[in-house]
């Protein structure tokens, strides 16, 4: 058998075994309340104008006892009433039939939830409701634009400065020091400092995948550049090529795969932060739609978007990593 055949019937085996022993964890045991029984007296004691002797027994068939229909009797809300407001649950009655329901849809959602949401999503993933209430694709829409602008930011100062440092040995020496302190600085340290000086949250998102995206790109450049063999370099002296034109007819292709390599790093490590960023500034973008799912406590639709956010990222790895694949070369 293929070893890539194997890989693939090993992964869904994982993937079948882990949504097993989810829906196993998840799955709720509820038991049927019987119907309580009324005698006719007691149906007409607890009707009303707005409950109808045939209301009251259908209460009681679902399992109220006397006292909580007396209760919605006295509210003067008819069953119709109590349907438009989203059933007796929302009237705090978690009665027979109605604690099925409620056990269904609280706690940790079962896989058969995440898909029944996932499937309402993505059959309408662009609608748009007003500002809090937009479709999964709106969001992905916003959240890619702020990675594309940073991200090509970075790819603009880091690729060029870091063939400066790897083609001079001074300049590597004098930028290192400032290069290994502001590495390891968490992107999401920079955002107050970009909202304080920017004033605008979108710009200073784009900031944030700017800084985190630039580090990998710069230091893997730096590193291949001045790592060229000394063969590839003295093929172009000899040849008497510029400095200019000896980095793009040598050097460049020598280095492309690593360049390439850092930048399959930084789109990663960039669609990672704008999450982050997006739960802190707000607005528009997966991010916040991930925070905004959880503070409805609508975890089927929060986990949907974390599956959605996962899916996107192994697509933009995928995506640079064909150029990778394309520049690579053996010697």
């Not at 230091?219 to 400095?243: C, H, M, Q, W």
Request: one cysteine or more; hydrophobic letters at 50%.
């Amino acid at each position: 058998m293929n070893v890539y055949l194997k890989a693939t019937v090993v992964s869904v085996l994982f993937l079948a075994a882990f949504l097993i022993i989810w829906a196993l964890l998840t799955t709720v045991k509820t038991e049927e309340v019987a119907a309580t029984k009324l005698s006719a007296a007691e149906v007409e004691e607890l009707s009303s104008d707005s409950l109808p002797p045939a209301d009251v027994e259908k209460l009681a068939a679902d399992g109220l006892v006397p006292d909580q229909i007396q209760q919605i009797s006295d509210l003067g809300v008819t069953l119709s009433d109590i349907d438009a407001a989203g059933g007796l649950g929302a009237f705090g009655f978690t009665t027979g039939g109605v604690a099925e329901e409620a056990t269904e849809t609280s706690g940790f959602p079962s896989p058969k939830l995440v898909w029944k949401e996932s499937w309402e999503q993505l059959s309408n993933p662009f609608y748009d409701k007003g500002p809090n209430d937009k479709g999964i694709g709106i969001q992905l829409k916003y959240s890619l634009m702020r990675v594309g602008l940073g991200f090509g930011l970075a790819v603009l100062v880091a690729v060029p400065l870091g063939f400066l440092i790897g083609m001079s040995k001074v300049l590597s020496l004098a930028l290192s020091p400032y290069i290994q302190i502001l590495k390891p600085i968490s992107p999401l340290a920079w955002l107050p400092v970009a909202l304080y000086i920017i004033k605008d949250s979108e710009q200073a998102s784009i900031f944030v995948i700017f800084v985190c995206s630039i580090w990998p790109m710069l230091i893997n450049t730096a590193f291949a550049v001045s790592n060229v063999k000394g063969d590839y370099l003295n093929i172009g002296r000899t040849l008497e090529l510029s400095p200019l034109r000896q980095a793009f007819t040598i050097i460049l292709p020598a280095v492309a795969p690593t360049i390439f390599t850092g930048m399959r790093i930084s789109i990663g490590i960039a669609w990672l932060v704008i999450v982050a960023a997006e739960m802190v500034i707000g607005g528009i973008g997966v991010g916040h739609f991930v925070w905004n799912e959880w503070n409805g406590l609508n975890l089927a639709s929060m986990l949907f978007a974390i599956v959605v956010i996962g899916i996107v990222g192994l697509l933009l790895d995928a995506f640079i990593g064909l150029f990778v694949k394309k520049f690579s070369y053996h010697e």
